[in-house]
């Protein structure tokens, strides 16, 4: 199938960047790493980007003004974009031959619900909203290598650049799929920041990179009591408790140890005074799995463990599953393609692999479903400072990295192309823009 075009119409205006985006100066003298992979007048104006973009986040399905941001960047660049895919969707074609699927790059473009304490000076102005998780940098690093595809000649496939909100609330990417973002896709690719490894560094795993995310419930239906007279009671609290500590033991006892995987009861609520003993009960939990058996034999796990529970103590319950986010795992052969396209942006020695498994979700995983492509880290820790994890209120990141997922997706969007078109080898052309 060939690329479909999403773009259906063309900007008249000629808004320049400066007029929407040049709200704070191209410092870009801080702690980060020499910058040899794009020029650096470009490098300059994507720290402009990111900043802009860090100061001003919107949370999930509100990302109107991020919307405008990249629109007026690509706009810029004579790349014609939508900016209504999905909500606050973007999806923006680079032209390539007539017939040949396109090469898919996707960046997540919203914010969390954090109140920002970093002392940056490009800190959110929006009061308890945050980018916490480095989307105001994988959105900069897609319109860094958007500047970079756009000066090439002969791409041997179309490049379509995805920028999806709402991944936080992990429904963006199925909404962006319902909407037309991979019609015509043969190949998909994407990546996130990571501080566990330093700048200059791209992180390459074959097979699960994401575990999934599913959520439980279980109503605990028992017989309320005085606390003086426990014997007249089926006690909910204590019906509970046995079912926490059992659901520890699924992972413990019952999942292969080489399968990583997550069983957290994150809330209990039982209970109306001291001397009352609680004739219901609630609890809520979260199940992590980076492969679909098992992820599904935890699920059946607890359903056994909680009914066999409430049984034994002649309790009545309701059992509430909300599945949500699948596991990410990369194909094979993809992930050997965006090996090569990481060696070729940082060397074979920055290319590392996972050091362990992440067991958080990312609904870049829904895409993968659909399309063959693979999902990378980039290396962001700033040095000589103390890291802090994703979603804290002081997470940062060193913003070379975002020259490097400019000229990794650059390289990656060529190379993937070549599989797509293997008769366009003969004519692709890789002009040195260091």
């Not at 799995?289 to 359903?303: E, K, Y």
């Not at 103390?386 to 990656?412: C, I, M, N, T, W």
Request: glycine content about 10%; charged content about 20%.
């Amino acid at each position: 199938m060939s690329c479909i075009n999403l773009v259906f119409k063309q900007r008249k205006d000629s808004v320049p960047l400066s007029g929407r985006i040049g709200l704070v100066g191209a410092n870009v003298s801080r702690e980060n790493i020499d910058v040899p992979l794009v020029p650096q007048d470009l490098y300059a104006r994507l720290v402009v980007v990111r900043r802009d973009l860090h100061r001003y986040p919107e949370l999930s399905w509100q990302e109107s003004r991020t919307a405008g941001v990249i629109s007026t960047f690509l706009h810029s660049l004579g790349i014609e974009s939508r900016t209504d895919v999905a909500g606050h969707g973007v999806v923006a074609e680079i032209p390539g031959p007539p017939g040949v699927p396109c090469v898919v790059l996707r960046a997540d473009t919203d914010a969390l619900p954090i109140q920002e304490e970093t002392g940056l000076e490009f800190a959110s102005v929006h009061e308890g909203v945050m980018h916490a998780c480095g989307h105001d940098g994988h959105t900069t690093m897609l319109l860094g290598a958007a500047a970079l595809l756009v000066r090439e000649k002969d791409l041997p496939a179309p490049v379509r650049l995805v920028f999806q909100p709402a991944e936080e609330k992990g429904s963006g990417a199925i909404a962006m799929i319902k909407e037309g973002a991979l019609d015509g896709a043969g190949l998909i690719f994407g990546g996130h920041l990571d501080r566990h490894y330093p700048p200059g560094t791209i992180v390459v795993s074959e097979g699960a990179v994401n575990a999934s995310s599913d959520n439980f419930t279980v109503e605990i239906i028992g017989q309320g009591a005085h606390g003086a007279r426990p014997h007249e009671s089926i006690d909910a609290v204590i019906v509970g408790s046995l079912m926490i500590m059992a659901l520890q033991t699924i992972v413990s006892r019952e999942i292969d140890p080489a399968r990583p995987s997550v069983v957290s009861v994150g809330q209990f609520h039982a209970g109306t005074a001291p001397n009352v003993i609680a004739g219901q009960a609630k609890l809520e939990g979260t199940v992590r799995a980076q492969d679909p058996t098992v992820r599904r034999q935890l699920l059946n796990s607890i359903r056994r463990i909680a009914e066999s529970i409430a049984q034994l103590h002649g309790a009545k319950i309701q059992i509430a599953v909300t599945e949500g986010t699948p596991p990410l795992v990369n194909h094979p052969e993809m992930a050997t393609l965006a090996r090569r396209a990481a060696i070729e942006t940082v060397g074979e020695d920055n290319v590392l692999p996972l050091k362990t498994a992440n067991m958080g979700a990312e609904d870049f995983s829904y895409y993968l479903e659909k399309v063959p492509g693979a999902y990378v880290r980039f290396g962001s820790q700033v040095p000589s400072r103390e890291g802090y994890p994703a979603h804290s209120s002081k997470f940062d990141f060193d913003e070379g990295a975002l020259a490097v997922g400019a000229a990794y997706y650059r390289a990656v969007a060529k190379i993937a192309g070549l599989q797509l078109n293997p008769q366009a080898a003969g004519n692709s052309s890789t002009p040195d823009v260091r």
